[in-house]
């Protein structure tokens, strides 16, 4: 019995080192790259880390929107600001004519080939009346029936009630980027378009309050305008507005020459009718823009979609006015500026993102909640701050899946493709391990590739 204990322990020990060097022969065919991209940060703090804990309102913006409910009295508010939320995430774009007219002609061959089939004499003025009924009637049940929103007083609170806090968490995330990833901006002037409640101007305040000294708020309907007024003045018409210089207006700046530090416009692509007004806009607000444009929707297909479309537009199309040279480059999310791969893809699933928040407390609005949402990130320079070298900086578009000795990431890389990657320390360092074990949905992450099989395509 000693004996076979004493070679059960020899053999036991041959294993152990035979795993050993099976290790350290791996780790020199893989060599881990030795790139200081932390730049003495911590892990959990790195560079590509944007996301937020859950966001607050700002107390003087809470108070007021409670003072402005209470005082407003509006029957079954929770449940009309919940059938808002549900009407504004299912919102569609508008169809185009061009489309409605193809999706007519083909309609209309169809029921001429099946009545062509049929044995008979017809009367062909009488079946071409047919036709048109049919597809008329076809068209109209069919088409989704895009109608643009007006807000009275009574429908601005229920807007307030459903969307404020959530409107002002993806903003703040949105523009979060660009204060973590460019520290030396400092805007002074800030033009947001369909202004709404004025969110952004809080949003905005919140990092840069030290140096704004001009935001303009453009929303064309006039009772948003005065409900915005009153979150900023507390409810309290004779009070002075909590934040500065903060000016209302229904049209955009005349001149086409004076520009601003920072451009935004949340939610405000989806109540423009149609793809050639929302392509104007943007090419309008992009020529007002001298540093960073920010375009925020809805997380859902349509939002991104138009986000795209304005994207490409502002990166392929020529502007027929054109004062500032300077090309637009993405900023944010994309790591490039190909073809967004989501969209290559069937079924088709948006690019989006999410943001804690916690809610006005109306009936059970108590617990924190999520905003999930699309953005988009112009700039007149070049992205700069994640492109150590040596580093390819990827996005992550997918919660972290932390595993044992492992975490998968789903990530947007630089070469415009989405990517399946097992990250672990011995194949890609211990630092780029770690970080990706701290990042979060959203943040970039180091990818330091050294071989072939620390990334494949992903195929979900």
Not at 231 to 259: M, T
Not at 263 to 268: C, G
Not at 373 to 384: D, G, Q, W
């Amino acid at each position: 019995m000693a004996a076979r204990s004493y070679w059960a322990c020899v053999l036991c020990q041959r294993a152990v080192v035979a795993r050993m060097m099976c290790r350290s022969m791996s780790a020199a065919t893989h060599p881990q790259p030795q790139v200081d991209f932390l730049k003495g940060e911590l892990h959990r703090k790195h560079q590509g880390v944007t996301n937020l804990k859950t966001l607050h309102l700002p107390g003087e913006l809470y108070t007021a929107a409670q003072s402005i409910i209470y005082r407003a009295q509006i029957t079954r508010l929770t449940d009309r600001a919940q059938s808002l939320t549900n009407f504004l995430w299912s919102r569609k774009r508008s169809i185009e004519d061009s489309t409605l007219r193809k999706k007519a002609v083909s309609l209309e061959k169809e029921l001429w080939e099946e009545a062509m089939q049929k044995a008979g004499d017809v009367d062909e003025q009488a079946l071409e009346d047919r036709i048109r009924k049919k597809v008329f009637s076809e068209l109209k049940r069919t088409t989704y029936r895009w109608t643009p929103m007006k807000y009275d007083e009574e429908l601005g609170v229920v807007y307030m009630a459903a969307r404020l806090a959530g409107g002002y968490a993806a903003v703040k995330r949105a523009l979060h980027e660009i204060k973590k990833r460019d520290p030396s901006f400092a805007p002074q002037t800030l033009l947001d378009f369909g202004s709404g409640l004025g969110t952004v101007a809080w949003a905005s305040h919140s990092w840069w309050g030290d140096t704004l000294k001009e935001m303009v708020c453009v929303d064309s309907s006039a009772p948003m305008n005065i409900l915005a007024e009153r979150l900023l003045k507390g409810d309290d018409e004779r009070a002075e507005p909590h934040i500065k210089h903060v000016y209302f207006r229904q049209f955009l700046p005349v001149s086409p020459k004076v520009q601003f530090d920072l451009v935004t416009a949340a939610f405000t692509l989806s109540e423009l009718q149609n793809s050639k007004d929302r392509e104007e806009t943007v090419m309008t607000l992009w020529r007002k823009t001298s540093s960073y444009l920010v375009l925020v929707e809805n997380g859902t297909k349509e939002g991104h979609q138009m986000l795209m479309e304005a994207r490409d537009a502002l990166l392929h199309k020529k502007d027929k006015i054109v004062f500032d040279h300077r090309p637009a480059s993405v900023f944010a999310p994309c790591p490039h500026e190909l073809m967004c791969p989501k969209l290559a893809r069937e079924p088709l699933k948006p690019c989006n993102f999410q943001q804690a928040y916690q809610p006005l407390p109306l009936p059970g609005h108590f617990h924190q909640q999520r905003e999930k949402f699309s953005y988009l990130i112009m700039s007149r320079t070049p992205p700069a701050g994640t492109d150590t070298e040596g580093v390819d900086w990827a996005r992550l578009i997918a919660p972290v899946q932390p595993r044992t000795r492992h975490v998968h990431c789903r990530v947007c890389c630089p070469d415009g493709k989405l990517q399946h990657l097992v990250v672990t320390a011995r194949k890609h360092s211990r630092d780029v391990y770690r970080c990706a074990r701290s990042s979060d949905w959203g943040d970039q992450v180091p990818i330091i590739q050294s071989s072939d099989e620390d990334i494949q395509t992903d195929s979900e």
